[in-house]
């Protein structure tokens, strides 16, 4: 069989056995798509269902989550948790709390995290979890209590070496704090390897919270100075005001960019002299507000509550909200506009569409699994130092994640040429994440 119509077979096969999942849909077709190129060369790939087992997860858990709100009301949440692949180290990828979260969403985001993994160079495996639980407008104590329940299931399915859970949208260091106290109570024993994003008293480490934006910021820069250019004088857009949207404004402007605009799910914010990141901070992280509240305290600062945020005119746009959130209208737009860089701070931010159009418009392209990788791979960094009982300096823990997104943007780009599609970093991510896994199932026999 020609490998396009066995690659087909393969795919038509997964949308029959995992219907109504459209984005788990989605990441698994741009991945085939680029192991194409690769099975042209190396047929032995596809041998013993390699692709259809990369494609099925390991184990799927899904789990009732009934917790007490502040009026003694009874909720019942879903919670879940794909172990997707465990090939090159025990599952690793973070738990996303939003209303929006079903099996389709983690399964697209564990599989993406299987290739994001491999990149970093260490030996992590792909996961991920969540719950539909909304977290806006709780009290402290309704997270805790959901957080305690949530983790009452989840912890007889990770460890140290079986699932390593992290923080994603919804899950920062207060429901970190949550999950672990509650792990510790009912495993009896304090096992600082089994979640990354830890207080640093207890076990976290230095550089966490700012990981995934600083490393987009890193790979941004690099693949930058790729095409002989820098940030220095560039105007950037940022979506979103989350955790990897903060640490990536802050670093972008310290290597010299100046960055326009950022938003939340109801607005986005004009400011074309730059961001106030300290003021960002304290809205976000200290006051939990909207992005409006911004608005309201910094001179200049612009409120949209209507258009796209992708409208502005920019140098470099870098999604880092959540999926899908800018379409092929939004590309064509910001290719007009001049804009000829994007990378992906978020996962799975740009559509099928917007990615075909960042190729016919030549715009410089870092996709998420490459691009986001940081903050996984400082999470790898955590698991080192909880494991030889050692914390490593703000420093050091920083160079480390710079040279690993340095790596990751050189492996992109040589796998890209090597393979006939230079500057295609999308494919270069795809290739160079999947070689080693699969070298490692084809190693481990038919699991
Ligand atoms: P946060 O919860 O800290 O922030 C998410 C941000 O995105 C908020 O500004 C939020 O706005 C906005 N947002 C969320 N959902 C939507 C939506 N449906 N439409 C528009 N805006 C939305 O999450 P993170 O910053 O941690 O995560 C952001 C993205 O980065 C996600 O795709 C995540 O998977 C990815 N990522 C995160 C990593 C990490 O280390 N945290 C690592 C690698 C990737 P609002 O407050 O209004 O909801």
């Known amino acids: 069989m020609a490998i396009d119509d066995k690659v087909s077979a393969i795919y038509d096969e997964l949308l029959k056995r995992n219907a109504g999942e459209p984005e788990f849909h989605q990441a698994v077709a741009e991945v085939l798509d680029s192991l194409k190129i690769v099975l042209e060369k190396d047929e032995h790939y596809a041998d ?32 879940f948790r794909v172990q997707f692949n465990s090939a090159l180290g025990p599952y690793k990828g973070g738990l996303r709390f939003h209303p929006s979260v079903n099996l389709g969403i983690i399964k697209f985001l564990g599989f993406e995290q299987i290739f994001k993994n491999s990149l970093t160079g260490l030996p992590i495996g792909g996961g991920k979890g969540g719950s539909d639980f909304d977290p806006k407008g709780k009290s402290d104590r309704e997270i805790m209590r959901f957080c305690q329940s949530f983790m009452t299931e989840l912890y007889r399915h990770i460890g140290e070496y079986r699932d390593v859970p992290a923080g994603d949208i919804g899950v920062g260091g207060r429901e970190i704090g949550y999950l672990f106290g509650q792990y510790r109570r009912l ?130 746009a870098l999604p880092c909200a959540t999926q899908n959130e800018l379409n092929g209208d939004h590309a064509r737009v910001l290719a007009d506009n001049g804009c000829s860089y994007v990378a992906e701070g978020a996962n799975m931010p ?53 040279e690993i997104m340095i790596n990751i943007f050189k492996t992109c780009a040589s796998t890209a040429k090597e393979y006939g599609h230079e500057g295609d970093y999308v ?20 699991i």
Not at 191 to 209: N, P, Q
Not at 432 to 444: E, I, S
């Open 48 to 79: 013993d269902g390699l692709i259809q087992r990369l494609c099925e997860p390991e184990r799927q858990l899904i789990f009732r989550v009934p917790w007490t709100d502040d009026e003694g009301n009874v909720h019942v949440n879903r919670g």
């Open 187 to 316: 495993a009896n024993q304090h096992e600082s390897g089994v979640l990354t994003g830890k207080g640093l008293a207890w076990g976290g480490s230095l550089v966490r919270t700012e990981a995934t934006g600083y490393g987009l910021a890193y790979f941004t820069q690099e693949m930058l100075k790729h095409h002989g250019e820098s940030f220095e004088g560039k105007k950037v857009i940022v979506s979103g005001s989350g955790n990897v949207a903060i640490y990536a404004i802050q670093k972008v402007q310290e290597l010299g960019g100046t960055v326009i605009a950022f938003s939340d799910s109801g607005a986005w914010v004009e400011c074309q002299d730059g961001v106030d990141v300290e003021k960002l901070r304290d809205v976000k992280e200290v006051r939990r507000e909207r992005v409006s509240a911004y608005v309201d305290e910094v001179e200049g600062a612009v409120l949209h509550e209507e258009g796209s945020i992708w409208d502005l005119p920019c140098d470099v």
């Open 350 to 402: 740009s559509t099928a569409d917007a990615i075909e159009v960042y190729r016919e418009r030549g715009i410089h392209f870092g996709p998420g699994k490459a691009a986001n990788a940081g903050g996984v791979a400082t999470s790898a960094l955590e698991m080192q130092q909880n494991a030889s009982r050692d914390s490593w300096t703000f420093d050091y823990t920083d160079e480390r994640l710079r």
């Open 427 to 446: 494919i270069g991510a795809n290739i160079a994440g999947f070689k080693k896994v699969a070298d490692a199932m084809l190693a481990q026999g038919i």
